[in-house]
């Protein structure tokens, strides 16, 4: 198939609010930028003040929609900024963009946080069979009418 007869089904609009970085109001930073003791523990591992800034941005982002972005500095630097002083408080930030290598293994320590896994066939086929055969079960079976 030629590149020029793909289905486009997002808008690139579209395409720019789901894999891009959420628009947080103060209330929003306050509740997604709260973290429990474990999720602190695991930002404050980062090596470099930026890193860890970068990880807990990344982290109440992926609790908000769980879809890995790669952001630049510029467009997350309110929350960057809010994290820095409020989160993470400490000397300043300059502005900074880390390597998408780096933003991959952050990714990675907030995959293994949150519980995500990679699938596997061998770990995973079978329970994703009974799931499916449950919901197949389910939706075949008879319904009542909603009206007697």
């Known amino acids: 198939m030629a590149h020029d007869e793909r289905i486009q089904i997002l808008t690139s609009a579209e395409e720019s609010?789901?894999?891009g970085p959420p628009s947080f109001t103060e209330a929003d930073q306050r509740y997604f930028f709260s973290f429990n003791d474990i999720e602190l523990s695991r930002i404050q591992r980062q090596k470099s003040r930026q890193n860890r800034c970068m990880f807990a941005v990344l982290l109440g982002y992926f609790k908000s929609r769980p879809i890995p972005i790669?952001?630049?500095y510029h467009a997350i630097k309110h929350d960057i900024q809010y994290v820095a002083e409020h989160v993470l408080p400490g000397r300043g930030l300059r502005p900074f963009n880390l390597d998408t290598k780096s933003i991959s293994r952050i990714y990675l320590k907030i995959f293994e946080l949150e519980g995500y896994q990679r699938?596997?066939?061998l770990g995973h086929n079978?329970?994703?069979h009974d799931h499916l055969l449950h919901?197949?079960?389910s939706w075949a079976a008879p319904r009542a009418p909603l009206h007697p």
Do not use: D
């Open 17 to 19: 609010e789901l894999y």
């Open 70 to 72: 790669f952001p630049s």
């Open 119 to 121: 699938f596997t066939t």
């Open 126 to 128: 079978q329970l994703l």
């Open 135 to 137: 919901e197949a079960t």
